[in-house]
């Protein structure tokens, strides 16, 4: 690459860092230029063409520039492939001790995706999510572990705007989902007895950044014979075992916010 075009990405690199540290303030030009040391309209010509494409904007009133909508969605991907990354051993290890089908999930907005999958050797497969399949929180057990590790508020919140998307769903009402969450929480666990699909069981528990919040969760899948109470605690014990095993790696909320993931 030459090393004009190092150059200008090294540029771009520090106003998009800029901007992030500025978050929904924004910043102003002369204020860019001054973070990063480039004269008003190297950082004027820069800023326009992140706005080009979406990485940056600016505000009309305020005339502050901001991160684009592009870098979010940038950004969510980004977590998304981190965390199947950090999860993958775990799914692995799961599928082979337990012989069932276990998934990862993660929250995004009104959402929970499934953002990967492993399957044991056990010859009735529950292959109930895709990867990248998404459902309304609390629909299904991964889902359903990342609603109820959430503050009361904030599933009021959410369960009010999924109402509409809960209605394709049967049985999954908000009144029920709530009953649910109440469950899920006395349990330790969540657990769906087949309400998505019949006499195919799930459970799940999150796994919870250092403030408490839920970052995505593990859940097995199983035919319902194989969920008995003999074997259910068993389940139960590996799902938890390996969350915590996960949380233990983690590094401060704060480091993982800015991307900061470990493996």
Known sequence: ??????????RIAALLRVLAYHGADGVSLSDAARATGFGPATT???????ADVGFAFQDLRTKHYRLGAV????????????????????LTRLAAATGDTVFASVREGLAAICIGRAIGQFPIRTLTLDVGDRRPLGVGAG??????????AEI??????????LKDFDGFTADALRRLVDEARARGYAFNDGLIVPAMNAIAVPVRDADGRPLFALSLAAIRD???PDRLGLLVDQLQ???AQLESRLPPAAEIRRGGMTR
């Open 1 to 10: 690459m030459p090393e004009t075009a190092v150059k200008t990405v090294d």
């Open 44 to 50: 004027h010509r820069l800023l326009t063409a992140l």
């Open 71 to 90: 870098v979010a969605t940038l950004g969510r991907a980004a977590l998304q492939q981190d965390v199947a990354a950090m999860a993958d051993g775990a």
């Open 143 to 152: 889902s359903l572990a990342l609603l109820a590790a959430l503050p009361d």
């Open 156 to 165: 009021a919140t959410v369960l009010a705007r999924n109402a509409v998307w």
């Open 226 to 228: 194989r969920m008995g």
């Open 241 to 243: 075992n390996e969350a």
